[in-house]
T-cell receptor, first 113, second 115 residues
Framework: DTEVTQTPKHLVMGMTNKKSLKCEQH?????MYWYKQKAKKPPELMFV???????INESVPSRFSPECPNSSLLNLHLHALQPEDSALYLC????????????FGPGTRLTVT | GNSVTQMEGPVTLSEEAFLTINCTYT??????LFWYVQYPGEGLQLLLK?????DKGSNKGFEATYRKETTSFHLEKGSVQVSDSAVYFC??????????????FGKGTHLIIQP
């Protein structure tokens, strides 16, 4: 099983809403990632969790708050987003760390109105 | 720092044509190299990888060879199908003295295959 699942598939939220994105993998991977992808661009790394600890935060605004409850789950909590935050949010995992190939989920298409 | 350069396209080919998507990289050490594919409305899928010089990665008829002397990892397929229409990303990951760096992506090549 090389699957990373993400829910929801689509999300529309207002600028005052609070919502969460969820990511799950059952491959026993110990590194998990959040990426943001705008149309016709490559993914941009937001956060890296290694062994359930936040190891990299690529200067992401505090309106994005990651959480790793256990080694299989990764959440991204969203609050007071801006329209420019509309994008495809991708979750990925890898076996140990960033030296290993990453497996991506299908993404959550987020629209902020 | 690390960088990946690839043709952006769109690249338009007829079905059964030969495909080459060029990818060159800049890295300070010995990176691992990857090709990812993204079909419309989906996430990225790992297509193939190579971890050292002269390695050849292959999958689903696609091939790429890690050429250290030319710092290249060109993607090839002998006969493309309409279903190969997608965006292809070349990427590298490198372990340096400070640990592993994240994936560095090229800008992506949009491939369109016409019947």
């Amino acid at each position: 099983d090389t699957e990373v699942t993400q829910t929801p598939k689509h999300l529309v939220m207002g600028m005052t809403n609070k919502k969460s994105l969820k990511c799950e993998q059952h491959m026993g991977h110990r590194a998990m990632y959040w990426y943001k992808q705008k149309a016709k661009k490559p993914p941009e790394l937001m956060f890296v969790y290694s062994y359930e600890k936040l190891s990299i935060n690529e200067s992401v605004p505090s309106r994005f708050s990651p959480e790793c409850p256990n080694s299989s789950l990764l959440n991204l909590h969203l609050h007071a987003l801006q329209p420019e935050d509309s994008a495809l949010y991708l979750c990925a995992s890898s076996r140990r760390g960033m030296e290993d190939e990453q497996y991506f989920g299908p993404g959550t298409r987020l629209t902020v109105t | 720092g690390n960088s990946v350069t690839q043709m952006e396209g769109p690249v338009t080919l007829s079905e059964e044509a030969f495909l080459t998507i060029n990818c060159t990289y800049t890295a300070t050490g010995y990176p691992s190299l990857f090709w990812y594919v993204q079909y419309p409305g989906e996430g990225l899928q790992l297509l193939l990888k190579a971890t050292k010089a002269d390695d050849k990665g292959s999958n689903k008829g696609f091939e790429a060879t890690y050429r250290k002397e030319t710092t290249s990892f060109h993607l090839e397929k002998g006969s493309v199908q309409v279903s190969d229409s997608a965006v292809y990303f070349c990427a590298l990951s490198e372990i340096s003295g400070g640990g592993a760096d994240g994936l560095t992506f090229g800008k992506g090549t949009h491939l369109i295959i016409q019947p």
